[in-house]
C-alpha cells in the first residue's frame, strides 16, 4: 500500500513553512496574536477567491483560530 503522505518529503517542506509563517497549535496569546496576523495576509491576499493557491491554508488557519478561541468562551 503507498502512503498517504510521504514523510521525508513533508518534513523538509513543514520545517520551510515553518521559517515563513510559523503555524501550530495556539497555546498562549502570543501564538494567537501571531496566528491571527497570518490570517489577515492570507484574507487580504485571498479574499473569497476559492480557486487562490493559499485558499485551503486560509481556511485551516481559521480553524485554528476559532478552535482556539472556543476553548476561551466560558462553559455555560
Known amino acids: 500500500m503507498t502512503p498517504v503522505v510521504e514523510l521525508t518529503q513533508l518534513i523538509p517542506a513543514w520545517q520551510t513553512l515553518q521559517k515563513i509563517a510559523p503555524l501550530g497549535p495556539i497555546l498562549t496569546e502570543q501564538d494567537y496574536l ?3 496576523d497570518i490570517l489577515n495576509l492570507l484574507i487580504d491576499e485571498v479574499r473569497d477567491d476559492a480557486e487562490h493557491p493559499l485558499f485551503s491554508l486560509m ?4 480553524e ?5 478561541e472556543a476553548g476561551l468562551e466560558p462553559s455555560e
Open 64 to 68: 485554528l483560530i476559532e478552535s482556539y
Open 59 to 62: 481556511g485551516i488557519v481559521g
Open 34 to 36: 501571531r496566528t491571527a
